[in-house]
């Protein structure tokens, strides 16, 4: 650190710290290099998977890591028909949709209650919520496979729409709480005074100014659900036309590792996460923004 000196109003010297220039240029190139050394992770993977993924069998076994001599998307062609990656990938999108659309009404109704209303009790509602967070999904397969099961849900979409809404909502009420906390309360009070109900407020008034909150969290839930491996093998077992993508794709890496048919594994895999690159490539900034607007107000 070095000092300055300056004067004041009165004369008086006074000494301001000032980091050097070289800390500081460390500190930028130390950071830099970790931003880099993250992209290399994240990225290379993913772009070895899309190479191979218009290579054939030969080319993957005898040279992985070089470029094909021709694009094959006839691969991901055989892989969306043959494999049924896309039958699976209508599957997920129609449970992911329903679970979500679920997960934000549900949500977002229990966190505007919890941030806006006093009644009694509701702390202590408020924890069970966020207690549910900190409760490992494995550990209650044992029951949730006999209460789906009971309840006639088992192996149906409308019993996984269900069980990923239940599981997303301590996540989702804990974020919107504390986001309808940061709006303004001056703007509801306006609204009560002008007729509007309190059902119109919450959906009128409210909900537009979380949007970048609603967002957010939304985008967080959708990329949890579509990603979800563990619940679906539980509770979805049986008929295969009813299977969501991550079932398709354990199967299709299975089938394909015996058949040596890397070509259309690697095709299956590009399928199913291009979806989520778009979302979130979409959306990039709403995160951002979502995330930051609760500290900015």
């Known amino acids: 650190m070095t000092t300055v000196q300056q004067r004041t109003a009165t004369g008086a010297p006074a000494t301001t710290a000032r980091p050097l220039r070289r800390d500081r240029g460390v500190a930028n190139v130390f950071s830099h290099t970790v931003l880099v050394v993250w992209a290399a992770l994240t990225i290379l993977p993913l772009a070895w998977m899309f190479v191979s993924s218009v290579k054939d069998n030969n080319e993957i076994l005898t040279d992985p890591w070089g470029l094909p001599a021709a694009l094959r998307f006839d691969n991901w062609v055989r892989a969306f028909n043959e494999a049924q990656i896309g039958r699976y990938l209508f599957n997920s ?144 077992q049986g008929d295969e036309s009813k299977w969501v993508l991550a079932q398709g794709l354990a199967a299709l890496a299975v089938n394909q590792g015996y058949a040596g048919d890397y070509s259309q594994l690697f095709a299956g895999l590009t399928i199913a996460v291009l979806p989520v690159l778009v979302v979130y490539a979409i959306f990039q900034r709403r995160i951002q923004s979502g995330l930051t607007a609760g500290q900015l107000k």
Do not use: K
């Not at 449970?95 to 509701?122: I, K, N």
């Not at 397969?141 to 309840?151: G, I």
């Not at 303004?184 to 002008?194: G, H, K, R, Y």
């Open 93 to 236: 999108l129609v449970v992911v949709t329903g679970s979500l659309t679920l997960t934000m009404l549900l949500g977002a109704s229990a966190a505007y209650v919890f941030a806006r209303y006093s009644f009694r009790g509701r702390q202590l509602l408020y924890y069970l919520f966020v207690g549910g967070m900190m409760f490992p999904v494995f550990l209650a397969l044992v029951p949730l496979f006999f209460v789906v099961r009971n309840a006639g849900l088992f192996g149906t979409w409308t019993g996984l729409i269900l069980v990923y809404a239940a599981y997303s909502l301590p996540f989702t009420v804990f974020f919107l709480t504390a986001f309808f906390r940061t709006l303004p309360t001056s703007v509801a009070e306006a609204a009560l005074m002008d007729g509007c109900g309190h059902f119109g407020l919450f959906f009128r008034v409210m909900l537009p100014m979380a949007r970048p909150g609603l967002i957010s969290v939304a985008i967080f839930n959708f990329l949890t659900q579509w990603n979800q491996f563990l619940l679906p093998q539980v509770l979805m």
